[in-house]
């Protein structure tokens, strides 16, 4: 059965480093998206994406992230300074068509020291 | 934030049925019923969705309620690995409307 993957499992960082989060969707998924949990908390939606463009961020969504599709397969979540704060499990989702039912990865868990 | 309301844990003997409840009341007519689950820190598992007639699939069932104002997920023989915690998502078919997570029900099964 197919599945949505991330890499790596655990990211260890100093703060202010930059982190790339990558995701490989369900390979005939066209919408995606990125999910936060952040220990003992709600899981929180931070992005979707779609046709090459955002469709949506949330107020956590700022402008220390950034996404990008880079070839046909990756989906990437960009931490470009990353804080204390930014410690947290994330969580790529796809899904196929519009409005239809969103997979999620098994998680990156970034540590930020 | 999240448009349902869930007990926030729950416990059940294994191979019975666990019945969780969720009020969606003011849910509106083109949005859909979903649940979801998390084990430990792993990833939202996807369980199963309605708009208003039950349905059922090989990892449970769901009732909702003829007023669509709330429903229940039932797990006819709850294992031990079906200890998680179980959200009740109302969501648009649309475009790519993100999921509202709330706190869920943490079930836990019992031997």
């Known amino acids: 059965e197919p599945e949505v993957t991330q890499t790596p499992s655990h990211q260890v960082t100093q703060m202010g480093q930059e982190v790339i989060l990558r995701c490989v969707p369900i390979?005939?998924?066209?919408?995606f998206y990125w999910y936060r949990q952040i220990l003992g908390q709600k899981v929180e939606f931070l992005v979707s994406?779609?046709?090459?463009?955002?469709?949506?961020k949330s107020e956590i969504f700022d402008d220390q992230f950034s996404v990008e599709r880079p070839d046909g397969s990756n989906f990437t979540l960009k931490i470009r300074s990353t804080k204390l704060e930014d410690s947290a499990m994330y969580f790529c989702?796809?899904?196929?068509?519009?409005?239809?039912?969103?997979?999620f990865g098994p998680g990156t868990r970034l540590l930020v020291l | 934030d999240a448009k349902t309301t869930q007990p926030p844990s729950m416990d059940c003997a294994e191979g019975r049925a666990a019945n969780l409840p969720c009020n969606h009341s003011t849910i509106s007519g083109n949005e859909y019923v979903y649940w979801y689950r998390q084990i430990h820190s792993q990833g939202p598992q996807y369980i199963i969705h309605?708009?208003?007639n039950n349905e059922t699939n090989e990892m449970a069932s769901l009732i909702i309620t003829e007023d669509r104002k709330s429903s229940t997920l039932i797990l006819p023989h709850a294992t031990l690995r079906d200890t998680a915690v179980y959200y009740c998502i109302v969501r648009y078919h649309s475009g790519n409307t993100p999921l509202v997570f709330g706190k869920g029900t943490r079930l836990s099964v019992i031997a």
């Open positions: 390979s005939n998924h066209l919408y």
């Open positions: 309605g708009l208003k």
């Open positions: 989702a796809s899904n196929q068509g519009a409005g239809e039912t969103q997979y």
């Open positions: 994406f779609y046709n090459n463009e955002i469709s949506e």
